[in-house]
């Protein structure tokens, strides 16, 4: 079990730019989710994949924000012109179909200046 | 609306001294219960978890929680903490019906501070 693996860990950009995420999930994980976390908040779901369907989103998901997961692998998150409030961490985790708990990786904090 | 509430934003305590966070949640009928831990600089690793059965479930490192249905509660305990014990400590409910099973909605988090 390596664990859920994410990158970058760190990304700082420029307002109006576009970053991506990567997430890597423990293999064999059916389920791959996307959270993301400001300071003194807890996560909070953005979206998540069985497989390569994203079956649920978050209303904080603005169509600013994509994630896909192609081959029922990896999975990535796009946002599009970041703006100040994006600045967050934003968590990965997954989990085995139909169950439970959801194992997280250490999160890609983005900064944007 | 689904909500998760954690009653202490900061907790300090001497090593040796009893723990106990509470943890509310929205009324929603079928729920699985969580307490996550989060060490300085780690990422969210589970402590324990509810699905059904003995309300009185044991977790990782000493740590026990209760859920009681009647209350919306999942409260979480340690009868002696340790320093290593600092950390945040997020409880997280799975809401089980409204199509809605695939995400946790998390509480704000509780920061413990153990003094050796």
């Known amino acids: 079990d390596t664990g859920v693996s994410q990158d970058p860990r760190h990304k700082i950009t420029k307002r109006g730019q576009n970053v991506t995420f990567r997430c890597d999930p423990i293999?064999?994980?059916?389920?791959l989710y996307w959270y993301r976390q400001t300071l003194g908040q807890g996560p909070e779901f953005l979206t998540y994949?069985?497989?390569?369907?994203?079956?649920?989103k978050s209303r904080l998901l603005s169509d600013r924000f994509s994630a896909e997961r192609p081959k029922g692998s990896f999975s990535t998150l796009e946002i599009q012109r970041t703006e100040q409030g994006d600045s967050a961490m934003y968590l990965c985790?997954?989990?085995?179909?139909?169950?439970?708990?959801?194992?997280f990786g250490d999160g890609t904090r983005l900064s944007i200046l | 609306a689904q909500s998760v509430s954690q009653h202490n934003h900061h907790v300090i305590l001497s090593e040796a001294a009893s723990l106990e966070l509470g943890c509310n949640y929205s009324?929603?009928?079928?729920?699985?219960l969580f307490w996550y831990v989060q060490y300085p600089g780690q990422h969210l690793q589970l402590l324990l978890k509810?699905?059904?059965?003995?309300?009185l479930v044991k977790g990782i490192k000493g740590f026990e929680a209760e859920f009681i249905k009647s209350k919306f509660s999942f409260n979480l305990r340690k009868p002696s903490v340790q320093w290593s014990d600092t950390a945040e400590y997020f409880c997280?409910?799975?809401?089980?019906?409204?199509?809605?099973?695939?995400?946790?909605?998390f509480g704000k988090g509780t920061k413990l501070s153990v003094k050796p």
């Open positions: 985790a997954s989990s085995p179909a139909g169950s439970q708990p959801q194992h």
């Open positions: 293999s064999e994980h059916n389920r």
């Open positions: 994949f069985q497989n390569e369907a994203q079956l649920e």
């Open positions: 009324y929603g009928g079928t729920v699985n």
């Open positions: 509810y699905f059904s059965g003995d309300p």
């Open positions: 997280a409910v799975n809401y089980l019906y409204g199509g809605s099973q695939g995400n946790l909605i």
